[in-house]
């Protein structure tokens, strides 16, 4: 029976040998009759490959995806009917460790989950005579250990080619020297739930080739492929029979052209290829991945070619959808470094760095960074999937854990890293105008605000317990205040979220909250009518997130300005405080000394990692510095994008697009007219239809071209105006008479 029929998986786990080596199994049936529909599903507790006559099954990578097994594994589908052969047929799998039963977990624990992988997979036939079958693992498949050596996501992959296994996947291979497959003691800890997967799988999206090769020492090449990237390689060569190629992966070099990887810590991130010998062979690894931009080979005879190595960019397959470009070439390099950030860690679940051994969905930077992201993607697929993660990983007490899938760090309800509960639906919903992101969770995010308003709970009261603003400079913000303002701003978006769903009483009651937890707030930011946390961060969040009206709001953006000016116009922030600081400097009217923040080249900037030729986002401001190398190697990730979250300003403030209802039913338009660029432009594939703005200075002022799918309200120097959907130019002058709407015929010859 299958799974569509009887809501059940039938099919059996199954493996072979309790060695490194990664399983083959296969299966041979015969099909003697019109097949009209075949479909297969397959998982795994592990990473798979599923085959069938002779070749790979879907375009997908590390099926079936990381998930907390204990609670649900997820099922992938796929029609196969073009390619069921009459006669015979094979079905295959290939199973690695991954997440489940890998050097994986917190700091590079291996098993979490799980000691060994295990594969299943059902096939589903119906013929056209109304019959149907179903093909499932079971005792009858039969495993050999085959070419495949090792495979971890963290430590890398050994290949030998010698013992590669020519037509295992085809009918008429001979498999009787293969063995009887293990099948998993139905008494052993199972999934809750077999489910189909709910998201966007892994894929390859594109490919860096090699852009130079330097040879630091005797028998080592190094390839730089130009980008900090996600992924793995592509090995071509021409050597004899048992050479062994050996792979490191690293994203820095140093100071003598060698790789630098102690920033690795346990990950060894090394892949292995001892070569057939039989001509010109290619080969990719398939179970693990690494983030690198730099590859350092060892045992290639002669000198190689530049297509030696090729770089195979690997992210969950989502459609991009932003475009930004400006005057300034290192600001255009610094929104490259934010995208190639948020790709390479957002691979299955929200990472915070791709490299070392962690590669966790930190909640804190999920949340940080989620409405960049919503720019950059088209995310529904991914959260989908990753909601449930976060969902799956809550405390009975409604606590939201740090990471999720939860892996059993620090714990529930940390302030800034649990608010991901809310604030990711709230931002989802906003993005694309779906209330199926917030409805199935509301009871539980329901909890999570009582927990948070409780007497003495450890996300803002007395004694609470958090990162804090991680990795600050010199301004530690209490983690109670931190709290307190992250309860207010939950509570005004449960508000918000309740007014959709029509939910009165809970609207209210959030009201309510959002009132009182305000109050609190002030009275931990002003004693005396004095701010007595005088931090940037405190300082933003307060306005940010509007927790403060009159006299003392204005403190606090007095406040704010006197940190910076002591500061040399220099942020202090971390990961907290860096996501709201550009965005409360605009909304207090001091564009530009957001402005001046992005354009700042000296240490912390992110133009500062721009000039010392970062490609990504790094994990800390003095990652590496000129006077000091690199920095602690404890945590020093060149690919960590939480710091990207000014992607967010640069699209909603310095181009001024963002949403004026859900789902950019409607557009509000705010550019940040400043004489620092030259031009700007941004466009952004949203739901509703792409929008697109271009401004430029023209003469003494600016010409703004804006095309929006939606009505929009502009609001420019002495102009505020609301268009229809369509094309629309305006010409702005230091004279306020002088700011006006143009006609079709002015603007073609203003915009030419």
Same mark, same amino acid.
């Given at each position: !029976? ?80 073009? &390619? ?53 693992? @079971? ?132 892949? &292995?290829?001892?070569? =057939? ?52 070439? =290192? ?16 691979? @299955? ?15 804190? +930077? ?82 999570? !605000? ?68 305000? &109050? ?106 000129? +006077? ?98 369509? &094309? ?25």
């Amino acid at each position: !029976m299958s799974f569509n029929e009887q809501n059940k998986w039938t099919a059996e786990w199954i493996r072979c040998g309790w060695n490194p080596a990664v399983p083959y199994l296969r299966k041979s049936f015969s099909v003697d009759k019109m097949v009209a529909t075949a479909v297969v599903r397959v998982t795994a507790l592990g990473v798979c490959e599923l085959r069938l006559n002779g070749g790979k099954v879907g375009d997908a990578q590390l099926l079936p995806g990381w998930t907390d097994y204990r609670k649900r594994v997820y099922f992938h589908s796929y029609d196969v009917t073009d &390619r069921m052969n009459a006669g015979e047929n094979v079905i295959g799998g290939i199973i690695a460790p991954g997440w489940f039963a890998g050097y994986f977990g917190p700091f590079g624990d291996k098993g979490y989950y799980g000691h060994d992988a295990w594969f299943s997979a059902e096939l589903d036939i119906h013929y056209a005579d109304g019959t149907a079958e179903t093909i499932c693992t @079971d005792a009858d498949w039969k495993g050999v250990e085959g070419p495949i050596l090792s495979a971890d996501l963290l430590m890398g992959e050994t290949y030998d080619a010698r013992r590669k296994i020519p037509g295992w996947d085809l009918p008429g291979f001979d498999d009787s020297a293969w063995g009887a497959v293990n099948t998993l003691d139905p008494h052993e800890q199972l999934p809750a739930f077999i489910e189909p997967f709910p998201g966007e799988a892994v894929k390859t999206v594109a490919e860096c080739p090699t852009v130079a090769v330097t040879h630091p020492e005797p028998d080592r090449h190094v390839f730089d492929l130009g980008q900090n990237m996600v992924g793995v390689v592509r090995l071509k060569l021409n050597v004899s029979a048992g050479t062994e190629i050996v792979i490191k992966h690293g994203e820095m070099l140093n100071p003598d052209g060698t790789l630098y990887t102690e920033n690795l810590r346990s990950a060894k991130a090394i892949d &292995r290829y001892i070569a =057939k010998g039989e001509g010109e062979e290619v080969w990719q690894p398939r179970f693990t991945f690494h983030g690198f931009r730099y590859v350092e080979v060892y045992g290639l005879p002669g000198e190689p070619s530049f297509d030696t190595v090729t770089g195979v960019v690997w992210m969950s397959g989502l459609q991009e959808t932003a475009m930004f470009e400006c005057s300034d070439e =290192k600001v255009n390099q610094l929104f490259s470094n934010i995208q190639w950030g948020f790709r390479g860690n957002y691979l @299955d679940v929200p990472t915070d760095c791709p490299q070392r051994d962690e590669r966790l969905g930190w909640t804190g +930077d999920t949340q940080i960074f989620i409405r960049s992201a919503t720019y950059l993607a088209d995310l529904r697929p991914f959260y989908n999937k990753w909601l449930v993660d976060l969902h799956d990983a809550q405390h009975e007490n409604g606590g939201y854990p740090d990471m999720a899938p939860f892996m059993g760090r620090m714990g529930h309800g940390q302030a800034a890293w649990a608010d991901a509960g809310i604030i990711c639906p709230y931002v989802l919903w906003q993005a694309y105008g779906d209330l199926g992101f917030i409805r199935p969770w509301w009871n539980s995010m329901k909890k999570y !605000m009582e927990l948070i308003s409780s007497d003495g709970n450890l996300h803002n009261g007395p004694d609470a317990v958090s990162y804090g603003d991680w990795l600050n400079i010199g301004e530690e913000t209490p983690v109670p205040l931190i709290g307190l303002a992250y309860r207010a701003y939950d509570a005004h978006l449960m508000a918000e979220m309740a007014s959709a769903m029509g939910e009165s009483a809970d609207e209210l009651r959030f009201q309510s909250l959002e009132q009182s937890s305000r &109050r609190l707030f002030k009275e931990t930011f002003i004693e005396d009518e004095k701010i007595v946390v005088k931090t940037q961060t405190a300082c933003a969040l307060a306005i940010a997130m509007d927790l403060l009206e009159g006299n003392d709001y204005q403190k606090a953006c007095d406040c704010l300005v006197k940190l910076l000016e002591k500061n040399k116009g220099y942020l202090s922030t971390g990961f907290v405080g860096t996501a709201y600081l550009c965005p409360a400097l605009t909304k207090m009217g001091r564009s530009d000394l957001a402005v001046e923040l992005v354009l700042n080249e000296g240490h912390p900037s992110w133009l500062y990692e721009v000039n010392n030729g970062a490609t990504t986002i790094w994990e800390r401001w003095n990652s590496w510095t000129k +006077d000091n190398g690199f920095g602690d190697v404890g945590m020093n990730s060149f690919n960590h994008y939480a710091f990207g979250v000014v992607c967010e300003w640069m699209f909603e403030s310095l181009a001024g697009i963002k949403p004026g209802s859900p789902g950019f039913r409607t557009l509000e338009v705010e550019p940040c007219l400043t004489n620092r660029f030259d031009f700007v432009k941004a466009s952004y594939d949203s739901v509703a239809g792409p929008v697109s703005i271009h401004w430029k200075k023209k003469g003494a002022g600016y010409v703004v071209e804006l095309e929006t799918p939606v009505p929009a309200t502009i609001r420019l120097p002495y102009l505020t105006e609301t268009v229809n959907a369509g &094309r629309h130019v305006f010409r702005v002058l230091p004279d306020d008479e002088e700011t006006c709407q143009l006609s079709s015929t002015e603007a073609a010859g203003l915009t030419a």
